[in-house]
């Protein structure tokens, strides 16, 4: 296996890694019983009080976090959104003829009835979100946005590196009612994903082998499922 080939199988690994279930993921997990890392949590509060060059935006901020936290919204709705949007744009960028071969067996396996030849990167797209979504919430119960009213210094500088970093994703989900605000709830599952679809502009030789590695994967987990 050469440099790339290897760095690229290390890449799928940590994209399939994510589609394993983390005890209902920790931290929803945890927002689901009514308590948060504590370390974590007065870390941002405290960042948040020194960081005097951003006092006016954060204040802006607080009061759009607090106007999503009396929207009634579902927690679970929204984050379900969240995770659509980055797997559709991962299964976007994703080259369906340069992983033909892989690509195949996977949906004869996802769905015994698709052929290659109706799958589209739109329907790929919405397999791997419910994939991804039933490890994300595998024994999680969440309650409302109410329950993650303390994090509010972490969702908005977690809202404000995805802006620096991904602002095409960030304005799709403030423009659907602020959840870029929730974004901090799955960012550690999510960003792997990002990454990718990053790579995908930069050096898509190696993306294309990324898929071809992640699909095999795909495959061979749903054999043993």
């Known amino acids: 296996m050469s440099p790339d080939q290897e760095d690229a199988k290390n890449i799928a690994d940590n994209l399939l890694d994510k589609f394993k279930p983390e005890d209902g993921y920790l931290i929803l997990r945890s927002f689901s019983k009514g308590f948060v890392s504590l370390p974590v949590t007065f870390y941002w509060i405290g960042y948040d009080f020194i960081d005097t060059e951003h006092r006016s935006e954060n204040f802006d901020d607080k009061y759009r976090f607090a106007k999503l936290i009396k929207s009634g919204k579902k927690l679970s709705e929204s984050l379900r959104f969240i995770v659509e949007q980055v797997m559709a744009d991962f299964a976007s960028k994703i080259d369906m003829e340069a992983v033909i071969n892989v690509s195949i067996p996977l949906m004869a396996s996802l769905t015994g009835k698709i052929s290659f030849t109706t799958m589209t990167q739109i329907s790929l797209g919405k397999l791997l979100s419910e994939k991804f979504w039933s490890s994300l919430f595998s024994g999680a119960l969440l309650g409302g946005l109410l329950s993650i009213g303390g994090e509010v210094s972490r969702a908005i500088y977690t809202s404000r590196e995805l802006r620096e970093r991904n ?59």
């Open 167 to 225: 602002m095409h994703l960030y304005y799709i989900l403030k423009n659907k009612g602020d959840i870029d605000l929730l974004y901090f709830l799955v960012e550690k599952k999510l960003r792997p994903f990002e990454d990718a679809c990053k790579l995908s502009t930069t050096n898509k030789i190696q993306f294309n082998l990324v898929c071809r590695y992640f699909l095999e994967g795909m495959n061979e987990n749903l054999d043993h499922t």
